[in-house]
């Protein structure tokens, strides 16, 4: 019987192993659990877009700007950010 791991992370992580396709991620929240698991999913070398939303747009572009500052340390990711408010 497979557990809700292996079907939710193992695609994930066959899909970047192929690099046959992009892989592109959304999180909703830029709060403490949505930037863990952003910068989770970055470290890991998962994702090779990333967009982060929230309500909060200053919070979405301060964290996002910290995440760019750090893809010197990544591999080939872009990172966005922006809210569902925007016009």
């Known amino acids: 019987m497979q557990t809700l791991r292996d079907k939710i992370y193992v695609p994930i992580y066959a899909a970047k192993r192929n690099a046959t396709s992009p892989v592109k991620i959304t999180i909703i929240g830029a709060g403490s ?4 698991t952003a910068f989770s999913l970055l470290m890991k070398g998962i994702p090779t877009e990333l967009v982060i939303v929230d309500l909060n747009v200053e919070r979405v572009e301060a964290e996002v700007s ?3 500052n750090a893809r010197q340390f990544l591999p080939k990711v872009s990172i966005f950010g922006g809210s569902s408010r925007e016009p």
Do not use: E, K, P, S
Request: proline fraction near 0%; aromatic fraction near 0%; hydrophobic fraction near 55%.
């Open 33 to 36: 659990v949505g930037m863990a």
């Open 66 to 68: 910290d995440l760019q």
